[in-house]
């Protein structure tokens, strides 16, 4: 009785793309197979006929679809948010800082206003430039008043004009 070897098949592996095919195997030799498709297998292998086995289980008909890649975004790179997350618009910008200038220039604090007494700070500190503000002086309050202020009516704006050109407060 003679025995004819099996003739090889070709494996299809569930990562590979759908034209892609690995090497045949033989009963002698193996293969190893990674996600970068590469095989080992004898070269006298490849020459022999080869059998292509298919099941609708490895290969999807359906594309899957990644949720991280955003079309047309960070040219085609992988991202999470849209390219402009921040939609940042000039008007925000300049309404808010007119609208916490106006503010703060009246003058409720002893007769002085907010941007007066950080302005005339400013002035003071920089009268003895090379030595930095001591820890104790008033330039640090309203440093920080002044900017929480300018920060809080930017964001505010921000929220505000954009939720009205996207029809957010719309019922």
């Not at 700070?121 to 001591?134: D, M, N, R, V």
């Amino acid at each position: 009785m003679i025995k004819t070897p099996k003739q090889p098949t070709t494996i299809i592996h569930p990562f590979n793309r759908s034209d892609q095919r690995e090497a045949p195997m033989a009963a002698a030799t193996s293969t190893v197979v990674g996600l970068a498709t590469s095989s080992l297998s004898s070269p006298s292998s490849l020459n022999r006929k080869q059998t292509t086995l298919n099941s609708a289980f490895l290969r999807s008909t359906t594309t899957t679809r990644n949720p991280l890649r955003v079309s047309h975004a960070s040219g085609g790179k992988y991202t999470c948010f849209e390219r402009d997350w921040l939609r940042r618009d000039l008007n925000v910008i300049g309404f808010g800082l007119i609208g916490w200038l106006a503010p703060s220039s009246i003058p409720a604090i002893n007769g002085d206003s907010l941007t007066g007494l950080f302005f005339g700070s400013i002035g003071t500190e920089l009268a003895h430039f090379p030595t930095p503000p001591a820890l104790t002086s008033q330039f640090w309050l309203w440093l920080v008043t002044w900017h929480l202020g300018l920060f809080i009516c930017l964001t505010f704006g921000q929220i505000g004009f954009k939720g009205r050109t996207e029809d957010y407060f719309e019922k």
